[in-house]
């Protein structure tokens, strides 16, 4: 039985980018990861799912929800590390 950590290492996603692609689409991470995987490999994939954390960011803190915007940017920032040539929006 292949488990959600299995699929997250298989994606090139951590966790929590998984997670902010879950949050914004509204479903499950193990969907979540097989879609960040399929954008990953698209063109313009890489700034959707940049543009769907910066949703997130955005919601979180429409909630004040400080705490979880902060989770959120530090994803961003690893996501935009990961991909040097991604800027924001």
Same mark, same amino acid.
Request: one cysteine or more; hydrophobic letters at 45%.
């Given at each position: 039985?292949?488990?959600?950590?299995?699929?997250?290492?298989?994606?090139?996603?951590?966790?929590?980018?998984v997670?902010?692609?879950?949050?914004?689409?509204? $479903?499950? +991470?193990?969907?979540? @990861?097989?879609?960040?995987?399929?954008?990953? &490999?698209?063109?313009?994939? /890489?700034?959707?799912? %940049?543009?769907?954390? $910066?949703? +997130?960011i955005?919601? @979180?803190?429409?909630?004040?929800?400080?705490? &979880?915007?902060?989770?959120? /940017?530090?994803?961003? %920032?690893?996501?935009? $590390?990961?991909?040097?040539?991604?800027?924001?929006?």
């Amino acid at each position: 039985m292949i488990t959600l950590e299995d699929c997250i290492g298989l994606c090139d996603l951590t966790p929590e980018e998984v997670a902010a692609i879950a949050e914004h689409e509204h $479903i499950p +991470d193990m969907v979540a @990861a097989t879609l960040g995987a399929y954008l990953l &490999h698209e063109e313009h994939g /890489v700034e959707r799912i %940049r543009d769907m954390m $910066i949703d +997130d960011i955005r919601m @979180a803190v429409r909630r004040h929800d400080v705490a &979880h915007a902060r989770q959120l /940017v530090g994803a961003l %920032r690893h996501f935009m $590390i990961e991909h040097p040539g991604l800027k924001l929006r």
